[in-house]
């Protein structure tokens, strides 16, 4: 029997959530995110929840404050040492320029000054073989210089250190003799893959953000333990796993993206308790809307991803799950272009002024104002009453963005829906069926503010045909983490042609893996719980540069033979899936290895609710306009906390709660499940 | 097609702008993870586009290599002319490279496919990607300089179809398999673009079904117009006025006399015509090609860099390459080298306006395609030949409102990226000996020019290299406003045991143990040195862009003696009597 608390900083909001197995309690919060000292808001949400931390087993938390340290360049003054020949190659980076045809491009800007890079005399081959020994005295020499430069931290990425860490694991040393107190990275501890500028900008990035980091996470140790926590303190990895505070001080770029896969894992592990082996993800806040696709509770994993964008970002060479983003929320603004084409976002009103119905201060049209005007959201019922929305401002400015169009307030407002539903569901379809996954297999889960609200035309546009609004909508990333395992993903390049692979060498690097990430676990769970790993081996076709992940099994691992038939099968079958064609004639490469061990953390489990039996009963009707601009209906208003499990509300309808609206349309069925949340079958649909 | 741009609703319209790039997007997504050679996967050589039968450009993806903009439309006139509508049908899939009407070398190689709805032609997914290999001289990057005709650069494939109705052509594809080196890859390449374009019919499938050809014909009609309006408001903020300027770009031999480039600007109103005349005739060599593509970046460029292109995108503007000149040449020179001069024929667009436009216009950058290189030669690890290729980049100009990038691929290439050393030294017997920023290349001014690079590749068996000379030694990188050009590129050669000497050859047999060395030239500086604010020369001297005697010589920054702050006193004095001294305008030539 434990007591778990959840707390997660996001932008805006910082989010509590707390489950109490012995007495069967749910807690919840939420605040006013504090930027100056995120503490702050932490300890708003546990007074206002009233959680004990003296009760308390276990904290997990996901917090903003790692990726906000290198998107605002706040972090400390980092040192990179590298290779002979190879000092610019964090400036250089790949020489690209995704922004074609701009002649004022800009270049990624290094997080580690050029006059703070050192060149080390030491190099090693591809596969391991030393060319140049490491030059001991001039590589005390380059520590001596970085002790007296002031740096705060250093990185160490050489060359082919995925084949032999044994020159930085000495360079750390001599780093640590020279000043113990620095905080250091060395590139095979993060990741050992090859791609010397990818794992350096990994290693500089790990680097930069990591005093801060590791500063505030035992700040916010301390301040528990000062009210009386005594439990274990988990982090939030961007890899859907958790990972013990003592390692996300080492390791933190590994938690750059905790809240928004908060969110994707607890989504994927509400579909899956509801039955549905397939999910799309899908996060509709006030800037943005998420997508994710997860078979079974596994999201997507992408083997890295940039950290401000691809264009001028920093490569980040991590296990990240794979959430596609785009420019389109609630707050998104609907305008018409220089050359009179309407387009809604990527530009948002925020929450400050926010869309015209707020009243404060807001001029442009917005997705939520369309949503208003349409009667979709009501104008006395939003944030359960607390604020009136006014619906008269917001219809006139639409009428006027109308004009153009010779469209009235409501065609407008239909137009600036469809015109942001066309949008969101091209990403939808790029996590999906230009993924090779058939949509129709899978059921989305609708969360943030906005998702409910849209969630069943998204699902109309790709045939999706069952939509799950969970409970608390808004309120779903700390939830999340409350069910995640610790979990931790190892590569090692491993190069060669499949056909001739050494499997005694291929078993030996497995197991090495392996053992490494189950001492971790060990060192990181205070209780006896359950280990597991997964393995994978990245393939490609000889001459190609892209790989795919193919899972292999312990079995095949042991047997004499069979390993390279099946999995050049399993490799075939994945590459046609996903782009349509294979050459199960041509010979397949092996370039990396993954491994992927996990400790099974106790689940709160979804609280069963009372079936209430009868019909639901509306609370009120309102006007609302659905298909066309023309038709009104008089739509039946449902209470969400007053619906009971297996009741059916059938569109068209709404049903509201406080910080969220869902909306059905004609021939939509949605049916309260025993453990609260909606399941819509979206009319239409097959 | 003569649809009248009547008024469409303006959601259809918003789905239909959208929905067309997403196709060529996703196209391009799946070409690139399954492609088999680098100069996709890495250098995305390859354009895929949809187009309808009349040849006009109704999408084409994001990214990719800038200078294949919008040049697939002579491809499917010409297809439509030898084929006629009638002899297409469903399943068939065209290969064309023929430089008559390609332009191009011959690794660029075409395939499309025929798209109907109810039995009508209506459209062509076309996929244009760089091939590793098509035989004669064209490994890698394209035929040497040994190639002086299209007989010598490979197979000359003429919209011949390699699929008919969903059969293969197994002749023809054997013809082809037979007379190409590294063949697993140019079919794996095959099999990508294929895929793709099939692709690209299943999401047309789709969406004209929903919408009817009718719709979408109106639909991008009124996108075209659009298009073409919101670049002539870019054109309308220049002066109107005539604009000129002129480049040397080398030959490819050492001997031969630079090619003169000249191009003549007008803007009138919201009118642009981008006109060289008087640039070099075609060559007996193979810097020949038959494009538009630096009339067309440049003007990209100046309007609207960030939107998806398609038809209406150049409809404002007016090219004029003269047929018979180096980039409209006539069939049968050799396009071998298609791409040498592009790059710094567009830089002659944006000089020509440096007067006209002077807070949008950088100094001139590295202005040739960089230092691609490529080394093949016989791997024993693996018992197989092997091709390395990478392209690295070079000094951008400095800008109105700050230093030029370094290390940069040219304004006809855009996301291509080097190959990391890792990857060279895993899949090549080769040890990368160096990737470094080259001090002292940026052109001294106000706002630097970016630095070239220095990229240095030892070879560990016997091997062949192929590597461009450096284009820019008769007219580096030039300086605006002040500023002085940037340094020239080089390349070296080290055998075993022996010195650095400069070479001026482009292929070459080397033993194991040699050492190939390329620097590209760096950017031109922007504005009078002697205006950099002294600690941004301190900032470059202790970032390693500057030596200390450079900031003395072409700054006029003196530095206290441990070279770590700038001599306030000293660094003025010297500035004034460095000025005084200026009788006049002396043409640095670095």
């Given at each position: ?12 909001f ?6 109490d197995?012995e ?23 546990v007074?206002?929840?009233?959680v ?5 087993n276990?904290f ?13 360049r ?7 040492v590298?290779t ?22 800009e270049?990624?800007?290094p997080?580690?000054?050029p ?9 090693t ?22 002790v ?6 250093i990185?160490?990425?050489?060359l ?9 694991i000495?360079m750390g ?19 050992r893959q ?6 350096m900008?990994?290693t500089?990035?790990n ?9 505030y ?5 301390n ?18 796993g958790?990972?013990?505070a ?5 390791s933190?770029v590994?938690?750059m993206e ?6 994707v ?9 509801l ?8 996060d ?11 078979q079974?509770?596994?999201?997507s ?65 917005t ?15 939003f ?10 401002a917001a219809r006139?400015v639409v ?13 407008a ?14 990403a ?18 609708a969360?943030g ?17 069952k ?6 909508p808004?309120?779903f990333s ?8 610790l979990r931790h993903d ?9 056909k001739?692979v ?5 078993r030996n ?13 060990v ?21 190609q ?11 095949e691992?042991n ?18 899936r996903?782009y349509g ?15 992927s061990?996990?400790?099974a953390?106790?689940r ?41 499990p297996?009741?059916t ?5 709404v ?14 069925e ?6 609260g949340?909606?399941v ?7 | ?21 997403a ?17 996709i996967?890495e250098?995305?050589d ?5 187009l ?6 109704l ?7 800038s ?6 439309g ?11 509508a009638e ?10 490279n023929?430089?008559?009407?390609a332009?191009?070398h ?5 395939i499309?496919?025929p798209f ?7 459209a062509?997914p076309?996929?244009?990607a ?16 040994e190639?002086?005709?299209?007989w ?6 003429d ?5 008919e109705?969903?059969?293969?052509d197994?002749k ?5 398999r037979?007379?190409?080196r ?5 079919m ?23 919408y ?9 009609q009124?996108?075209f ?8 408001a870019?054109?309308e903020t220049i ?10 770009i080398?030959?490819?031999r ?10 003549k ?18 060559q ?5 090609a038959?494009?538009?593509a ?10 609207a860099?960030?939107?998806?292109a398609?038809?209406?995108?150049f ?6 390459i ?13 396009t ?23 807070d ?9 395609m ?12 693996r018992?197989?030949s ?14 109105p409102v700050g ?10 290439q855009g ?6 050393i ?6 090549t017997p080769?040890?990368v000996?160096?990737?470094?920023l ?18 240095s590749?030892?070879s560990l068996?016997d ?17 605006l ?12 050669v ?8 400069k ?5 070459f047999?080397?033993v ?8 590209t030239p760096g950017g ?6 002697f205006d950099r604010?002294?600690?941004r020369v ?34 003025a004095d ?7 001294a ?9």
């Amino acid at each position: 029997m434990t007591f778990n608390l959840a707390v997660d900083i996001g932008g805006t909001f910082t989010d509590l959530f707390a489950f109490d197995s012995e007495r069967a309690v749910t807690y919840e919060a939420k605040c006013l995110s504090t930027p100056h000292d995120f503490s702050v808001g932490v300890m708003d949400c546990v007074n206002k929840s009233g959680v004990d931390l003296s009760a308390v087993n276990a904290f997990v938390h996901g917090s903003t404050v790692a990726i906000n340290t290198a998107i605002e360049r706040t972090g400390a003054l980092t040192a990179l040492v590298v290779t002979k020949g190879t000092r610019d190659v964090y400036q250089i980076g790949r020489g690209n320029r995704p922004d074609a045809y701009n002649i004022f491009f800009e270049r990624p800007l290094p997080l580690a000054p050029p006059r703070l890079t050192f060149e080390v005399n030491q190099r090693t081959s591809a596969t391991g073989n030393v060319l140049r020994s490491f030059d001991e005295k001039q590589a005390r020499s380059v520590a001596q210089t970085i002790v007296s430069s002031g740096a705060e931290a250093i990185a160490v990425c050489f060359l082919h250190s995925y084949a032999d860490p044994t020159d930085e694991i000495r360079m750390g040393e001599l780093l640590r003799e020279a000043n113990p107190d620095v905080y250091i990275t060395l590139s095979h501890d993060i990741t050992r893959q090859y791609g010397e500028y990818e794992r350096m900008s990994t290693t500089v990035l790990n680097a930069f953000i990591g005093p801060r980091t590791s500063l505030y996470i035992e700040d916010l140790e301390n301040l528990f333990r000062e009210h009386g926590f005594s439990g274990d303190t988990y982090i939030m990895q961007s890899n859907g796993g958790l990972m013990s505070a003592e390692t996300a001080k080492r390791s933190p770029v590994a938690m750059m993206e905790s809240g928004p896969v908060g969110g994707v894992m607890a989504s994927a592990y509400v579909a899956s308790d509801l039955g549905f082996a397939n999910s799309i993800a899908f996060d509709m806040g006030g800037t943005t809307a998420k997508a994710s696709l997860v078979q079974g509770r596994e999201p997507s994993i992408a083997d890295g991803y940039y950290i401000g964008g691809y264009s001028t970002g920093h490569p980040a060479m991590l296990p990240v799950v794979d959430i596609v983003e785009i420019g389109t929320g609630g707050g998104s603004i609907a305008w018409v272009d220089e050359v009179g084409a309407l387009d809604v976002g990527p530009r948002s009103a925020g929450a400050d002024p926010g869309p015209i119905c707020y009243g404060r201060g807001g001029t442009q049209a917005t997705v939520t104002d369309a949503d208003v005007i349409l009667g979709r959201i009501g104008w006395s019922s939003f944030l359960g009453g607390e604020m009136d929305l006014d619906v008269d401002a917001a219809r006139s400015v639409v009428e006027g963005l109308g004009k153009t169009f010779n469209l009235d307030a409501n065609g407008a407002a239909l137009a600036i829906i469809q015109i942001a539903v066309a949008k969101m569901s091209l990403a939808v379809r790029g996590i999906s069926v230009e993924r090779g996954f058939d949509p129709r297999d899978f059921a989305m889960v609708a969360t943030g503010g906005a998702g409910p609200v849209h969630a069943s035309l998204i699902a109309r546009e790709l045939s999706i045909p069952k939509v799950v609004i969970p409970v608390l909508p808004a309120h779903f990333s700390a939830r999340g983490m409350l069910l995640c395992d610790l979990r931790h993903d190892y590569v090692q390049t491993f190069y060669g042609l499949l056909k001739q692979v050494d499997l005694a060498a291929l078993r030996n690097v497995i197991d090495n893996l392996i053992d490494e990430g189950q001492r971790v676990l060990v060192r990181e769970l205070s209780v006896d719980a359950e280990t597991s790993f997964q393995c994978f081996l990245d393939l490609r076709y000889e001459g190609q540069e892209f790989t795919l992940s193919v899972p292999v099994y312990r079995h095949e691992l042991n047997a004499t033979d069979g390993l390279v038939a099946s999995v050049r099968s399993r490799f075939d079958e994945i590459h046609d899936r996903n782009y349509g064609h294979a050459a199960p004639e041509e010979a397949i490469e092996v370039v990396n290895v993954r491994v992927s061990v996990r400790g099974a953390r106790e689940r709160m489990p979804l609280t069963v609710l009372i079936d209430a039996g009868g019909p639901p009963t509306p609370v009120s009707y309102r006007k609302v306009c659905l298909e066309d601009s023309t038709s009104v209906v008089e739509c039946p208003v449902y209470h969400r906390a007053a619906l009971a499990p297996g009741q059916t509300v059938i569109g068209p309808a709404v049903i509201e709660e406080y910080a969220s609206t869902t909306v059905l349309f004609p021939s939509d069925e949605a049916m309260v499940a025993e453990t609260g949340e909606l399941v819509v079958s979206i009319g239409g649909t097959i | 097609m003569s649809v009248e741009a009547t008024a469409i609703d303006p959601v259809t319209l918003e789905v239909i702008r959208n929905g067309l790039p997403a196709i060529t997007n996703e196209m391009s997504y799946d070409l690139q993870r399954t492609s088999y050679n680098m100069m996709i996967y890495e250098v995305r050589d390859y354009s895929c586009t949809l187009l309808d039968p009349q040849g006009r450009l109704l999408a084409q993806n994001i990214g990719g290599v800038s200078h294949f903009i919008a040049d697939m439309g002579v491809i499917v006139q010409d297809g439509m002319e030898k084929h006629r509508a009638e002899g297409f049908a469903p399943g068939d899939v065209v290969m064309m490279n023929h430089p008559a009407v390609a332009g191009q070398h011959l690794n660029n190689v075409v395939i499309y496919t025929p798209f109907f709805i109810d039995g009508k032609l209506t459209a062509f997914p076309a996929v244009r990607a760089h091939w590793v290999d098509i035989g004669g001289l064209s490994t890698g990057f394209g035929p040497g300089t040994e190639s002086f005709d299209p007989w010598c650069a490979g197979l000359q494939v003429d919209q011949l179809k390699i699929y008919e109705a969903g059969e293969p052509d197994e002749k023809l594809v054997k013809m082809i398999r037979d007379n190409i080196r590294f063949p697993e890859n140019a079919m794996g390449d095959l099999r990508s673009q294929i895929a793709a374009c099939r692709l690209a019919e299943r999401r047309l499938e789709d969406m004209y079904t929903r919408y009817g050809a009718e719709m979408i014909a109106r639909a991008t009609q009124i996108i075209f117009d659009q298009t073409e309006r919101r670049c002539r408001a870019a054109v309308e903020t220049i002066p109107d006025g005539v604009y000129e300027a002129e480049n040397l770009i080398d030959d490819y031999r050492a001997d031969a006399p630079p090619v003169y480039i000249h191009v003549k600007v007008t803007v009138e109103g919201s009118d642009m015509t981008i006109d060289f005349t008087g640039t070099a005739d075609q060559q007996v060599g193979n810097m020949n090609a038959r494009t538009m593509a630096a009339a067309y970046i440049a003007y990209k460029a100046l309007t609207a860099p960030s939107a998806a292109a398609n038809e209406g995108s150049f409809a404002g503007l007016k090219a004029i390459i003269p047929e018979g000149s180096i980039m409209m040449a006539t069939y049968p020179a050799s396009t071998g080298n298609w791409s040498s001069v592009i790059a710094g024929s567009v830089d002659t667009v944006f000089r020509s306006l440096a007067e006209a436009i002077p807070d949008r216009i950088p100094a001139g950058h590295l202005g040739y395609m960089g230092i691609g290189r490529s080394f093949w030669g016989f791997d024993l690890r693996r018992n197989k030949s092997v091709i390395l290729q990478s392209i690295d980049g070079g000094g951008w100009g400095g800008r109105p409102v700050g230093d030029g990038p370094s290390a940069s691929v040219t304004v006809c290439q855009g996301d291509v990226r080097n190959a990391p050393i890792e990857a060279i030294e895993l899949k090549t017997p080769v040890v990368v000996e160096e990737r470094a920023l080259r001090r002292d290349s940026g052109g001294p001014g106000k706002f630097r020019g970016g630095l070239g690079l220095s990229l240095s590749i030892r070879s560990l068996v016997d091997g062949r290299w192929g590597i461009p000379r450096d284009r820019r030694s008769n007219c580096p990188p030039w300086g605006l406003f002040g500023g002085e050009p940037g340094r020239r590129g080089a390349n070296w050669v080290k055998v075993p045991e022996g010195e650095w000497e400069k070479t001026n050859l482009v292929r070459f047999q080397t033993v194991a143990g040699t050492t190939v060395r390329g620097e590209t030239p760096g950017g031109g500086g922007w504005g009078d040195p002697f205006d950099r604010d002294p600690a941004r020369v301190l900032d470059d001297v202790l970032s390693g862009y500057v030596s200390i005697g450079a900031a003395l010589e072409d700054y006029g920054v003196v530095l206290g003696s441990d070279g770590n702050v700038v001599d306030v006193p000293a660094t003025a004095d010297t500035r004034t009597k460095r000025r005084l001294a200026r009788t006049e305008p002396v043409d640095v030539d670095r």
